[in-house]
């Protein structure tokens, strides 16, 4: 008997992916450029329904018509040799399905170039990690939505499930799917560098210890931060290292790394022209992150602001914290949302922005509560604009932003950055403010190279002879 899907690839996102497709009841046909790894499969999936295969053309010729071929491979080049190969021994319908972090105009490339050959490709985002691949991950189809009915099946089944509802949706045509994983690192980012922010102050200004900082996260887990990134940042803060008996976070480098997704979503968001400025110091900070060496000369010689002890209520300080926190993220969510509006118009892609929400609520890592506050949103009004014009939104960030802005204004006060803090609240002033000063912007473009200004007052394009 033929099998029912095929997996190449089988490093630990496509094996953990195989032996979920195999658990949901599924029969999986596996694939690996060295035998290796295949043999290693089969040995650990004993008397499971996984046939390894050991050529393309036997891999192929194991499949049921028309073939659904999961590729699990390396983005970017492996992708592409990985296509070609199939290419000559699939028939027409048959669909090629890239569940790799694929960059989206390359997912809109091969769609085209497989459309034009009969094939049909989809190219999904899956985020959660290794252990996500294996119980459950979000999974954010694009492509033909002929391919995904049949699809659907298997990556319903294999999806995270939030009160029973798969975190599976179809996004929408070619590079849709592919787009929308990249933004949701994009915001991945985005709520990394806040909690990361409200970690320093709550260290440099109140010198609390990591234990505190264990309770601290905990008591936010229970709210309305309540989120898979925040619980794993109170986990982290309880972990001590062996050797030192340090907290692990102290012994940690503070030098990040990063593989690409979120510099792509700030790429974007500049050539779409859409101020993701938040999410973007996110990726900018972990570039200044990276520059230790660079850093730790300058700090010899560059001096910071006079700080006096804390003497304020710790309580409170703690509480506004978490406010400035909530309120960030609002902001980086409305950007991440409105960038995918622009896209959807760029591209033609009709995206469904309440599904997109309510299949991130669970088995990816920026899963959350307040994910659901947004697929309310988009239900109260599929049209939004921004995220902040909703009422539920709305209202949290006019009644935290006394204490957002308290919280910058001491962060500003003892010389720690908070880029992301800061760049959320200048959005969110920017972006409520009737008159901003570009006016004396155009005044300046068109004085030194009249590029020409409209007036407040009539309709037109005007010229002012400046000198
Ligand atoms: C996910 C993650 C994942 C991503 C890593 C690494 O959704 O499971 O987003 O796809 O590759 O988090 O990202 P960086 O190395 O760029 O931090």
Redesign the pocket.
């Known amino acids: 008997a033929k099998q029912q899907i095929g997996v190449i690839g089988l490093a630990v996102m496509g094996k953990n992916l195989a032996l979920n497709i195999e658990s949901r009841g599924f029969s999986v046909s596996v694939y690996n450029r060295s035998p290796e790894k295949t043999h290693d499969l089969l040995k650990e999936a004993e008397g499971k329904n996984l046939t390894g295969t050991f050529s393309i053309e036997e891999f192929v010729a194991s499949l049921e018509s028309p073939r659904q071929i999961l590729i699990m491979v390396q983005a970017g080049k492996a992708t592409d040799a990985t296509i070609e190969q199939l290419i000559p021994h699939l028939d027409e319908g048959d669909i090629i399905i890239d569940g790799g ?1 694929a960059y989206f105009p390359d997912t809109q490339r091969r769609s085209k170039m497989l459309e034009e050959k009969g094939l049909r490709f989809i190219g999904t985002g899956v ?3 290794e252990e ?1 691949a294996l119980k459950g991950p979000a999974i954010m189809p694009g492509g033909q939505e002929s391919a995904y009915e049949l699809v659907k099946p298997i990556l319903t089944a294999i999806s995270a499930k939030v009160n029973g509802d798969p975190c599976c949706t179809y996004i929408g045509p070619d590079g849709a799917g592919h787009y929308v994983k990249m933004v ?2 994009g915001v ?2 985005g709520d990394m560098q806040l909690i990361c922010e409200a970690y320093h102050l709550l260290k440099s200004v109140l010198d609390v210890s990591a234990e505190e900082l264990h309770e601290i996260f905990t008591e936010w887990n229970k709210g309305e931060l309540d989120s898979y990134l925040i619980e794993i940042t109170a986990d982290i803060f309880s972990k001590y290292d062996e050797a030192t008996g340090k907290p692990m976070v102290d012994v940690i480098l503070d030098s990040a ?6 510099k792509w979503t700030s790429q974007s968001a500049l050539d779409l022209g859409v101020p993701l400025s938040m999410i973007t110091e996110s990726v900018f900070s972990r570039f200044l992150s990276a520059m230790k060496e660079e850093r730790v000369a300058a700090s010899k010689v560059l001096s910071g602001p006079q700080t006096a002890t804390f003497e304020g209520d710790k309580k409170e300080f703690i509480e506004n914290v978490r406010k400035a926190l909530f309120a960030s993220k609002i902001v980086s969510y409305a950007q991440g949302f409105a960038q995918m509006r622009a896209a959807s118009d760029e591209y033609g892609w009709d995206l469904k922005y309440g599904n997109i929400a309510m299949i991130f609520r669970g088995g ?2 920026i899963r959350s509560q307040f994910l659901q506050n947004i697929k309310d949103a988009y239900d109260r009004d599929a049209g939004l604009k921004n995220l902040l014009l909703d009422p539920y939104f709305k209202n949290i960030v006019q009644t935290y932003q006394d204490a957002w802005r308290k919280v910058i204004s001491a962060a500003v006060a003892h010389g720690i950055p908070v880029p992301g803090f800061s760049s959320a609240l200048a959005y969110y002033d920017s972006y409520r403010t009737e008159r901003l000063p570009a006016n004396l912007l155009q005044a300046q473009r068109d004085y030194f190279g009249a590029h020409t200004f409209q007036r407040v007052d009539k309709e037109g394009v005007f010229h002012h002879q400046w000198f």
């Open positions: 972090n985020s959660g990690g996500g949701h690192n991945e980012y790394g990063q593989k690409g997704t979120g990816c890592i």
